[in-house]
């Protein structure tokens, strides 16, 4: 499984911007390919990289250094911050013109442009909630989908929704044939 590099680059700025003092220990902190990756100057964002070195290597890095291990926290937050960049950015369209539900259509297709090979999906939509299902992510691990749902979260609260909050209801991490969240709002 891949990572395209703009995912490595949102990871890098995340701890740039949220623990600057703590950059270097946390690139330090890495294996050598990891850490040479994360230290280039210039990071392919259209490029395609290793999952593991590329992705979770520095993620686990992020939640064992600055949230305790906590990886729900550390990924919603890593996640949270991802789509502020995204949406506030290169995405910034889909606010201006997306209900909720549009929105959540259209990222379950980002996401498929983020990491390959992957499939996600909106499998049932209502006034105030939103169901996504991820049945083919390879190399799934906890902290990614709290990473997809934390982005999910920010984006829902960038789009006007209130008090938004999410439940895994399924999950390939524990056993299961696919992920499932549902996220609900006021």
């Known amino acids: 499984m891949e990572i395209k590099g703009t ?21 330090d902190s890495m294996p050598e390919k990891t850490k040479a990756l994360y230290s280039s100057a210039m990071i392919n964002m259209a490029g395609w990289y290793p999952m593991k ?6 993620i686990d890095r992020i939640i064992s250094m600055f949230y305790g291990g906590n990886a729900k926290t550390g990924a919603e937050a890593l996640g949270k911050f991802s789509a502020d960049i995204a949406l506030k950015g290169i995405y910034k369209l889909y606010l201006m013109v997306a209900t909720p539900q549009y929105l ?33 992510f390879p190399e799934m691990t906890l902290a990614v ?11 829902l609260e960038l789009c006007g929704c209130k008090n938004v909050k999410y439940t895994t209801t399924k999950s390939l991490t524990r056993g299961d044939i696919l992920t499932e969240i549902v996220y609900s709002w006021q």
């Not at 490595?8 to 600057?20: G, N, S, W």
């Not at 070195?53 to 520095?58: G, I, Q, R, T």
């Open 7 to 27: 995912g490595i680059k949102t990871t890098r700025d995340f701890v740039k911007a949220t623990f600057p003092s703590q950059y270097d220990q946390w690139i």
């Open 53 to 58: 070195e590329a992705y979770h290597v520095p």
């Open 104 to 136: 959540m259509q259209r990222a379950s297709v980002v996401f498929s442009t983020f990491y390959t090979p992957c499939e996600i999906k909106v499998s049932e939509s209502s006034g105030k909630s939103v169901t996504m299902q991820i049945p083919k």
């Open 145 to 155: 989908e709290c990473r997809i749902a934390g982005w999910c979260v920010r984006s």
